[in-house]
Each structure stands twice: as C-alpha cells, then as structure tokens.
C-alpha cells in the first residue's frame, strides 16, 4: 500500500509545468514574434496603396464608359452615379456600390481637365499623409 501512495505523490508532482518551463516557452515565443513583426509591419500600408491603385483604376473606367456615353469626361465623380443635365446619352449608374472612399477614409480627387494628364483627367487619393504630395497615389505615371 505504501508504494501506490508514493506512486500518487510522484505522479502529482510531475503533472504540472515548472514556474521555468513555462518562462522558457514565453521567451521563445518572444523571440519568434520579434523575428516576424518586422516582416510584417509594412504590409498594410502596402496594402492600402494596393486598394487605392485598383479603386482608381475602376473609378477611371467607369469615367471612361461615361466619355464613351455622353463625348465628354463627366464634370464630377458624382455624375457616374446621378445624370447631369447635359448629359444626354447617360446610361449609369456607372459605379454599382457607389464612389468608394479611399483607404484611408477620404474622398479621391477628380480634376478636369488634369494638370497631371493635360488631355484627360486626374484622379488620385491623397494617400497617407491627407494632404496634396509626393505620397499621392494617382492615375498619372509615377516618375
């Protein structure tokens, strides 16, 4: 009887993780997040350009097809959604959810005619910063 009380006391004692082996596993843990966050913090903004690119390239065909429609690029981003007066062979909506906001929540830019494309249009997000600058993401060549 005394062997399976001993038996009992062994087992008890080796159940549990030791106040050290748990701390090794937080230390590599540890050391495995800090080897991947790196990797990894520049990806979203990545991203968020990535979006606002492929939003300016579907909100400049939809300007395109209303030009095809009416012979002449739309006076606002609005008019791809509502018919203005003049235009006359309007077959939109051009945009089916509506205009998007860009990712970083602010409204993009149209101007015409562009001073970036002359003989077309400028549309562009403001990017990061909010502001008019070299960070804007636009349907011009990039230099």
């Not at 006391?9 to 843990?29: P, S, W, Y």
């Not at 077309?120 to 349907?139: K, R």
């Amino acid at each position: 009887m005394k062997k399976n009380r001993n038996n009992k006391k062994d087992r008890a004692r080796c159940e549990g993780f030791t106040l050290m082996e748990v701390l090794l596993v937080v230390v590599i843990i540890s050391i495995l997040v800090a080897m991947a966050v790196p990797r990894f913090s520049g990806r979203a903004e990545q991203a968020k350009i990535a979006r606002a690119e492929a939003d300016i390239g579907n909100i400049g065909t939809a300007i395109r097809l209303y030009e095809i429609d009416n012979g002449r690029f739309p006076p606002a981003l609005q008019a791809l959604l509502t018919a203005p007066a003049e235009a006359m062979n309007w077959r939109g909506p051009y945009l089916e959810k509506g205009i998007p906001r860009d990712p970083w929540q602010r409204e993009y830019q149209y101007r015409l005619p562009g001073t970036k494309n002359p003989h077309g249009f400028d549309l562009w997000s403001l990017g990061p910063d909010g502001v008019e600058s070299n960070d804007d993401i636009g349907n011009w060549a990039q230099p």
